[in-house]
């Protein structure tokens, strides 16, 4: 089951010159010219520095939210939540701001950034708290909170939290630039995406290299030896969950503080879901996850300019995306089959 | 039951039921027999694969043993006893000529288990209640699926006690194993190692430090683990020394000694041995009886599960016979016989001797 390294490339080559095809039959079923119009998006998506920018700021989110699937997935947990827990931390979040608008920034953001990240963990948790007390299946019920957190979002904007001088726009208050997360490298890409890499590199550490890495990975390969050896897998279920949630949360507050700079409905564009699939793409993988994400990110964003300059319908990026990961998890699943035949 | 009715209804003409009795009630047992009857007196072929002497009783003409993957007996139902089919499930025995480890120097009671009663889908554990004191061998006889492995692992701690509790040194250790509180005095041989005492996807190394995985430091150092890995390989004679292979490439017999060299090179207060010599030449099994019995001389408590009676018979200090989940009786090795050590197995004469 160990795919070699040439396997891995034929998949990953496959996989691409398969996505590309794919993508091109269809952008020829919509009479587009396919190859202009994939470097047209190769270049929307990276061709210059604003281009650039617009993907990070889309990989951002969606690299936070991989994580927080992929920590769990080391303890053999399937988790969905993403999507709830970013919305969950947004809330959390702009609570402290619409709380204390005029605080100044070195409380204010510090405050926001924390309850942003706690928010995302307890939504986590509670679908930790709910598998390891109640081995209740984490899978349906971080599926149905992603729900709960998105309607929460509503309540708030559409009534307590609604800014009374947005005219009946159903949003919070704008955030101070106390609460406003800064950009980086001059660009509309922010802070998140530092942090997502830091945090991605450090939990690869600590998995690969650390005494906690190998007690997820006895939990996850024997719960029986697991307990001769001493390890809880209650303890390490609620700690993986927080953790997740709290990486998906504080990507909820990043999305809403930096680029919608206010709580509105519509701050995520199923990051949650778009996250968990390049967890998967990613093999479980955290560092593998920021190529990944970067690439889905760009994705995204040559979607939704070539929806505003060359006039492709907006599913079409959506269902580019969707073709991308079809192809990918087609061609990985191909090559684990060959290896497995060979192996 | 359902399952059970989709292949009756087959129309087959040979029908093979492994251990088809075990999830079923006595009620719907008794169904089960009635129907293998009929099917035999429509003139098909049944193969009944059971360890229970009550399926044989009700349903068998002809009975094979098998043991080790070998035929031991073969013969008419009816020219059998239960008791005559006990002696040839359990085997005669793999090891002479140790020396029989000396009797317990204390009486005082370290291990204490008190009514203690577990269930884990099918097989179980039913008021059982013992004392061992340190430096005592307490073996326990019986076909196996009689509850043995339920209760190895509810006395490691690993299968919680519905009732009942298991106290060692004064501290009560059911169901507590995943705190750490027994990990360092609890040594625990399981039946079929890559399943219950490994994990598959680590490599040698990392499985026989699992023991001591929570005192490793935060960072363990993988030349310290490795290194420790060879000199235990090589003092257990595990097969090949290399400890970067996966749990899954040794075989059964050196996955064993792989075990028996994490659980047994250290100190412990209670070793719990469920079938230790099973797929293991004479010369290995001897060795890991000398292990066990050495943990027995520096004061551990000894709890040895087997189906090789004469073993028993030879070093325990004491046996004890399970059948249905139940003790069916102690006795002393100088005072144990055969004959009723074979009838409590069969299951008849519970409060005998």
Known sequence: ?343 | MVELAKVLNLNARVVILDEPTSVLTPAEAERLYGFIRTLAAEGKAVVLITHKLADIAACANRIIVMRGGRIVDAAPARERSPEALVDAMVGRGVVGSLPVPAAPTSHVPVLQVRGLTAQVQGPFVRHVSFELAAGEILGIAGVSGNGQFTLAETLAGLVPASTGDVVLDGVSIASRAHDGAIAGSVAYIPERPLDNAVVAELDLALNLSLREARRLPLFPRRETIVRRAEALMARYDVRPPRPALGASALSGGNLQKLVIARELSRKAKLVIACYPAMGLDVLAAQAVYREMFRQAADGACVVWISEELDDLLSYAHRIAVMHDGAIMGIVRREDADRQVLGRWMAGHGRNAA
């Open chain 1, 1 to 343: 089951m160990n795919p070699s390294t040439s396997t891995k490339i034929i998949a990953v080559l496959g996989g691409v010159a398969a996505f590309l095809g794919t993508a091109a039959i269809f952008l020829a079923a919509i009479g587009r010219p396919p190859f202009a119009t994939l470097m047209q998006m190769a270049l929307y998506a990276f061709g210059d520095s604003y281009s650039l920018s617009e993907s990070l700021v889309k990989a951002t989110p969606i690299l936070l939210c991989a994580l927080s699937v992929i920590l769990p997935a080391r303890l053999g947990l399937i988790t969905v939540g993403a999507e709830g827990q970013l919305y969950f931390g947004a809330l959390t979040g702009t609570a402290v701001v619409v709380s204390y608008p005029a605080a100044p920034m070195i409380v204010l953001m510090p405050a926001m950034l924390v309850a942003g990240a706690a928010g995302g963990a307890f939504w986590s948790g509670v679908a930790g708290l709910l598998r390891a007390r109640s081995n209740v299946n984490e899978t349906i019920s971080t599926l149905l909170m992603n729900y709960v957190a998105v309607l929460l979002v509503s309540y708030v904007i559409y009534g307590a939290w609604k800014d009374p001088t947005s005219l009946g726009w159903p949003a919070t208050i704008p955030f101070p630039k106390a609460a406003t997360v800064p950009s980086v490298f001059g660009t509309r890409a922010h802070a998140g995406l530092v942090v997502g890499i830091i945090a991605a590199v450090i939990l690869h550490i600590a998995v690969t290299y650390a005494r906690w890495g190998l007690a997820l990975r006895v939990l996850a390969g024997n719960r029986k030896v697991a307990s001769m050896a001493g390890f809880d897998f209650n303890r390490q279920t609620l700690l993986v969950m927080a953790i997740g949630g709290a990486l998906a949360g504080f990507a909820g507050i990043c999305e809403t503080s930096a680029i919608q700079g206010r709580l509105q409905a519509g701050i995520s564009v199923g990051y949650g879901l778009t996250g968990f699939l390049v967890a998967w793409l990613s093999g479980q993988h955290f560092l593998r996850a920021i190529p990944i994400a970067v690439l889905v990110g760009g994705l995204i964003a040559a979607g939704d300019a070539l929806q505003l300059y060359a006039k492709v319908p907006s599913a079409s990026a959506t269902i580019m995306q969707g073709l991308l990961f079809a192809v990918a998890l087609g061609a990985s699943g191909l090559a684990g089959k060959r290896t497995t035949r060979h192996g």
